[in-house]
């Protein structure tokens, strides 16, 4: 009995000693990025075919595709070492045409790669891993940094020079009778139209598109001897590589018979004479170059706002409101919301930035809405509505990003900010310079020209809540000197000085002024 | 009388919710609820205006007079290594950098919460720890005993100990500037704020400020006023422009405040320390009396016995005496008899 006890005992020991040394080495095992930056990789490719399949035995694989492409290229050979071609082009997938059954593609990956790692091996190369668990591990040896990757406009006007301005090349539409691809022109649009994030019928997915549709002609134009774009994974999908692809300055605009001036309506049946709010005219042509693709606003199609976003709502629209789709803060998509983000540039956001998102003023509503048939002369023979938009946006004046000599005179040059000067030197407060980097700020900018209210509402992005005007009042007129305990919502002086300022450099990404003194001289000692 | 376990936990029990359902509005250590001082004051910690630039810390290292430090306030170095208070610094900024911006900072003012129903003067026997009704959580050091309870319950961290001091070394926390604050001052750090990151005001007003920043400001704000119900409360409002655990405050804390979690079980700590001495004493009482009185009946009995032998021995003696004299009397009675009787004889045989 007492043998038995001991033994017990023992062995219960040795069990809790290991269970320990189990739960430390799980431990130590947390999944953490790699410092090394060969281990951070835009080129990983998840192989997790398997999981089509059903339950998979081991952990799916991430295998670096550079890494293999670049080993190839080293022996002299190419990418017919592992895809198969398929009616003229490359299969995508390993060493097979279709995914027959589960043992088909388990097979062919085992036996291509490892015999693979073994023939380099033998030939005294450096060669990949042959055992199970090297390459079926929990913990995935490589961090993927890989981004996606679009053709923006200056890609596409460099595509469409390379090659000539054949659209047919690239763009397709699916003729459902003819069962087969064929080319409309001026219907041309993005592939994300048809081609979705996964397959659908006879659809395939985008990322399959495009990885066929693009590494295939670089591949063919490389094989040329003519310059080619990438098709390595990096030279696309590396955050790095991305940021250095060179951008095509002058952009022709693409051309599918858009219009250059729409006049939006306020609702879908309204004409000029009886609408109750008054249409707005468009500048399409400019907005064509304010973004990168026309995808942003036209999000499926390349139809009307209003086709989908009707005033009450449509199920194509996803219910929003055509009110909603022009207006919406802070979304890409609306007028607004990309106004609003707009602001976020270095230029503006420094008066900007600090502002609280007001409510919508008339006299703002009245700078888009202005084709209304109250102040237009309708005795005029009725013209086209783009005419018209064309008509009102020429009309427009621009609000002048210069004030005059007179003007000038009274703003004055230096300020000198006594507070403080217990500590430190009173502070020269370069004023003047400053209004002039204002004005130079937004004279670049159409869209402070157009919102703008006169040129002395650059003086209310610090004057705030003051009326414009070229003498407004200084900021003690507001902020105390001392902190009240009856305005804590409004900032002393000091606050207010140094909110304003270190705000307004803060947006506008400056570096200056670095630490106090920079400002406030320090006293001679 | 006897008495079971049953009834005798059931009697516990009453008691101890009956203590507890005393309802101390002015205890905000109780059990009620409790939603802080009506009219207390707040200090709002905006951090997306906090630059860094450690005015506070001095300002409060002056107005605390506190030990001047190794490094003056104007060395912005000791930012690069995270600091926590300590009983020669009420309140240290530390930096963290943003996650949505790696490449900029985030500055983050630490001190005292002072929390509307603060852990450390639940945990604090001694009641050094006072929450007054202006917001500040005051310590009293000339009752605390040293046991640093408080240091353990705070959930933010923020009591520290002179461990130094070889006498009466105290728990040194932020005050609030209580001092300050009862004069009509601006707590040290408020004032010398150039930023107004902090602002000071009555907790309520606030709150109304904080929710107007955020609302006038939805892109720079996390949407959450960190302090508005954490632990119940604090007297400590921040602002953020990145998630809260990003830059080193917990945000598992939950809403409970730390008395309630424990007054249960403290508030039963006088039951139990000053009932059971009563209830046990009662009960040993109750046992002696009942073996007094077996005793006493015993001795009674005992008396009683003792008694009765005695009267029967004692009318037994009478009945033997009696017998004795009565058995006397016959003799002598025979013997005069016989007397008589032998004098008769003798007369009639002179006579004959």
């Known amino acids: 009995m007492g043998k038995i006890r001991s033994r017990i005992t023992k062995i219960s020991v040795l069990a809790f000693i290991f269970t320990g040394f189990v739960a430390v080495w799980f431990a130590a095992a947390k999944v953490a990025i790699p410092n090394s930056p060969d281990l951070i990789r835009a080129d990983v490719i998840a192989i997790d075919t398997m999981t089509t399949f059903g339950k998979l035995q081991r952990p799916i694989v991430y295998f670096p595709h550079d890494l293999h492409t670049n080993a190839l290229k080293q022996q002299q050979k190419d990418c017919s070492v592992c895809h198969l071609a398929e009616k003229d082009r490359l299969s995508l997938k390993f060493k097979r045409l279709t995914d027959g059954s589960a043992e088909m593609v388990m097979n062919t990956y085992h036996e291509q790669c490892i015999s693979c790692h073994r023939r380099t091996a033998e030939d005294k190369m450096k060669s990949g891993p042959v055992t199970c668990g090297a390459c079926h591990s929990e913990i995935p040896k490589y961090f993927s940094n890989r981004k996606p990757m679009g053709l923006d406009n200056s890609l596409h006007a460099r595509h469409t020079k390379a090659l000539e301005n054949k659209c047919e090349l690239c763009h397709h539409e699916y003729d459902a009778q003819a069962k087969k691809l064929i080319y409309v022109k001026e219907k041309e649009g993005t592939c994300r139209?048809?081609?979705?994030?996964?397959?659908?019928?006879?659809?395939?997915?985008?990322?399959?598109?495009?990885?066929i549709a693009c590494i295939d002609c670089h591949r063919k134009t490389e094989a040329t001897g003519k310059k080619a774009g990438p098709v390595q994974c990096a030279s696309c999908h590396d955050p790095s590589a991305q940021a250095k692809i060179e951008k095509q300055k002058e952009i022709?605009?693409?051309?599918?018979?858009?219009?250059?001036?729409?006049?939006?309506?306020?609702?879908?049946?309204?004409?000029?004479?009886?609408?109750?709010?008054?249409?707005?005219?468009?500048?399409?042509?400019?907005?064509?170059?304010?973004?990168?693709?026309?995808?942003?606003?036209?999000?499926?199609?390349?139809?009307?706002?209003?086709?989908?976003?009707?005033?009450?709502?449509t199920k194509d629209g996803k219910f929003i409101t055509l009110e909603k789709a022009m207006h919406a803060r802070n979304d890409a998509a609306s007028c607004m919301g990309c106004h609003d983000l707009k602001k976020a540039d270095i230029a503006c956001a420094g008066c900007h930035t600090p502002m609280a998102q007001k409510r919508l003023s008339e006299a703002l509503c009245i700078q888009c809405h202005q084709a209304d048939r109250r102040s237009l002369d309708t005795q005029l023979q009725p013209i086209e509505d783009a005419v018209l938009a064309k008509s009102l946006l020429e009309a427009r004046k621009p609000v002048p990003a210069v004030l005059n000599e007179q003007m000038m005179k009274d703003v004055p040059e230096k300020i000198v900010i006594q507070a403080l000067s217990?500590?430190?030197?009173?502070?020269?407060?370069?004023?003047?310079?400053?209004?002039?980097?204002?004005?130079?700020?937004?004279?670049?900018?159409?869209l402070a020209g157009y919102f703008h209210q006169s040129t002395l509402t650059l003086c209310q992005g610090c004057h705030h809540n003051s009326p414009a005007s070229v003498t407004p009042p200084k900021c003690q007129s507001c902020h105390s000197v001392q902190p009240r305990s009856d305005t804590i919502s409004k900032p002393a002086l000091m606050g207010a000085y140094h909110i304003q300022c270190m705000g307004c450099h803060q947006n506008m990404a400056m570096e200056h002024p670095m630490g106090c003194t920079e400002c406030h001289k320090e006293k001679p000692h | 009388m006897s008495l079971s376990r049953r009834k005798f936990l059931g009697w516990m029990g009453a008691a101890g919710t009956g203590t507890l359902l005393k309802n101390s509005s002015a205890n905000a250590a109780s059990n009620a609820y409790f939603s802080g001082y009506p009219n207390s004051y707040a200090i709002l910690h905006d951090i997306t205006r906090c630059v860094g630039c450690r005015s506070c810390e001095a300002a409060c290292n002056s107005v605390n007079e506190l030990p001047v430090p190794e490094k003056p306030f104007a060395d912005l170095s000791v930012l690069e290594t995270r600091r926590r208070t300590t009983a020669k610094a009420?309140?240290?900024?530390?930096?963290?950098?943003?996650?949505?911006k790696p490449d900029q900072s985030v500055y983050v003012k630490k001190q005292c919460n002072h929390c509307l129903e603060p852990a450390c003067a639940s945990a604090c026997f001694v009641r050094a720890f006072k929450k007054t009704p202006e917001g500040a959580v005051t310590y009293d050091a000339s009752v605390c005993v040293g046991c640093r309870y408080c240091m353990i319950a705070c959930p933010f961290e923020i009591p520290a100990y002179e461990y130094d001091k070889a006498l009466e070394p105290r728990v040194m926390k932020c005050t609030m500037c209580y001092p300050r604050i009862q004069k009509g001052l601006l707590p040290g750090c408020v004032q010398a704020c150039p930023k107004e990151a902090l602002t000071f005001g009555k907790r309520k007003d606030i709150l109304k400020i904080a929710r107007d920043r955020i609302g006038n400001h939805p892109d720079r704000y996390i949407d959450h006023i960190y302090g508005e119900r954490e632990m119940g409360g604090t007297s400590w409002l921040y602002l953020s422009g990145v998630p809260f655990s990003s830059i080193g405050m917990r945000e598992d804390l939950g809403v409970t405040p730390a008395p309630e979690l424990t007054?249960?079980?403290?508030?039963?700590?006088?039951?139990?320390?000053?009932?059971?001495?009563?209830?046990?004493?009662?009960?040993?009482?109750?046992?002696?009396?009942?073996?007094k009185v077996a005793e006493a009946e015993k001795r009674e009995a005992v008396d009683m016995a003792v008694a009765e032998t005695r009267r029967e021995a004692a009318s037994q003696l009478d009945a033997a005496l009696d017998k004795a004299r009565k058995?006397?009397?016959?003799?002598?009675?025979?013997?005069?008899?016989?007397?008589?009787?032998?004098?008769?004889?003798?007369?009639?045989?002179?006579?004959?």
């Not at chain 1, 081609?195 to 659809?203: A, F, L």
């Not at chain 2, 025979?334 to 009787?341: S, Y």
Request: net charge positive; aromatic share 6%; with cysteine.
């Open chain 1, 193 to 211: 139209y048809c081609h979705q994030q996964t397959t659908q019928e006879n659809r395939i997915a985008y990322p399959i598109a495009a990885h």
């Open chain 1, 252 to 313: 022709p605009r693409l051309n599918r018979k858009q219009p250059d001036t729409v006049l939006l309506k306020t609702s879908k049946e309204a004409t000029l004479q009886d609408a109750k709010l008054a249409f707005v005219p468009f500048d399409h042509k400019a907005h064509e170059t304010y973004s990168d693709t026309c995808r942003v606003c036209h999000h499926k199609q390349m139809s009307n706002c209003i086709v989908c976003h009707t005033l009450g709502g």
């Open chain 1, 422 to 446: 217990d500590k430190y030197q009173p502070v020269d407060f370069p004023h003047r310079k400053i209004v002039i980097t204002l004005l130079k700020n937004t004279g670049n900018s159409k």
């Open chain 2, 90 to 100: 009420y309140t240290v900024v530390n930096k963290f950098s943003s996650v949505a």
């Open chain 2, 263 to 291: 007054s249960g079980a403290l508030g039963a700590v006088p039951i139990v320390v000053g009932l059971w001495p009563v209830l046990l004493t009662g009960i040993y009482a109750i046992s002696r009396r009942k073996e």
């Open chain 2, 327 to 352: 058995e006397r009397d016959s003799a002598v009675q025979q013997a005069v008899k016989k007397a008589l009787e032998d004098a008769k004889k003798a007369q009639q045989e002179e006579t004959s």
